[in-house]
């Protein structure tokens, strides 16, 4: 991992070079969880660039990137280890024989369980376990960038769980005992916002809200991922997301799907936006039918007051 960050406009010109666009604040808060080695809470509206923040991260810091996907039921077994069982198994039926000398003159159960407790251990040792994602950020020879995304979608177990991992970068396995960071991971949660976290887990974390951007950064964005992009049809682009974020919508406009919609229009060799175009293309924009619905009986008079 980059051990050294001269400055924020260091952050935010790395990430300009890979394609992400963000302002101060956001390449501030990077820059001091990276100085400070604190996990950063990143909340905000799905589709503004929570996750591709983090891989912005990673690729600034050269260092890997490990995700973990939250969901509702995920529990320790998914995120941090597994015995692989089916090895265990294995094991057990090619040790057979060794399994039954082992107990030969062990008079009744108590006996017998009692030489089998060492062999039992061993079938909990390295050689049997699984790690996954943050057992792996732990135990990693160089510094991570270790994503947990989504964090919100996980059940408060599982945020409970995370908060040792947090606060002291160290995990307890009830069967080895406690694993400690080789090298501290720079940390990001990412969060929509779907559920309240607790006050808990964000005292142990920086935090940052990114908005949907204003009309003049997302003209920026856009400009860097679709350059080919005339700056009018842009701009004009820009103009009705923005007035669309402005409506009562289920799911407004993200900006990969402006991003998306863009390279759209280029494929459709479109120069000037018009209601019936975008019409046809509403469903890049808005996923939720009623949002459809909403958008195209306002349609006339958001083009109309556009035009204006």
């Known amino acids: 991992m980059k051990t050294r960050i001269q400055s924020v406009a260091e952050v935010r010109d790395s990430f300009a070079r ?90 009744d159960l108590q006996a017998s369980m009692a030489r089998l407790g060492d062999l039992g251990d061993a079938f909990y040792s390295e050689a049997f376990l699984e790690p996954r994602p943050l057992l792996q950020a732990l135990r990693a020879d160089e510094a991570t960038v270790l994503l947990i995304d989504e964090v919100d979608k996980a059940d408060q177990e599982f945020e409970a769980f995370l908060l040792e991992l947090l606060s002291d970068y ?40 990114i908005p949907f951007p204003d009309a003049a950064l997302e003209q920026n964005i856009i400009a860097v991922r679709v350059p080919e992009a005339p700056a009018e049809l842009r701009a004009q682009l820009v103009d009705f997301v923005q007035r669309l974020r402005q409506m009562d919508l289920k799911k407004q406009p993200a900006i990969s799907e402006s991003i998306d919609w863009a390279k759209a229009l280029l494929l459709l060799h479109v120069d000037v936006l018009d209601a019936a175009l975008v019409d046809s293309t509403l469903n890049l924009l808005l996923k939720h039918e009623e949002d459809l619905r909403q958008v195209r009986d306002a349609l006339p008079s958001l083009i109309s007051s556009r035009r204006a």
């Open 18 to 107: 890979q394609g992400y666009i963000c302002n101060d604040q956001i390449a501030l808060a990077v820059y001091l969880a990276a100085q400070l080695r604190k996990p950063i809470l990143v909340e905000g509206p799905p589709g503004v660039g929570k996750t591709e923040l983090a891989k912005a991260s990673a690729a600034f810091l050269e260092a890997p990137l490990i995700r973990l996907q939250c969901y509702e039921g995920l529990d320790e077994a998914r995120a941090l280890y597994e015995w692989k069982y089916g090895k265990q198994l294995l094991y057990t039926q090619l040790l057979r024989e060794q399994l039954g000398g082992a107990l030969q003159g062990a008079d």
């Open 170 to 209: 160290q995990i307890s396995i009830p069967e080895l005992g406690t694993v400690k960071a080789r090298h501290e991971p720079l940390v990001f949660l990412t969060s929509n916002n779907s559920r309240e976290l607790s006050d808990a887990l964000k005292r142990r974390c920086l935090h940052l809200f």
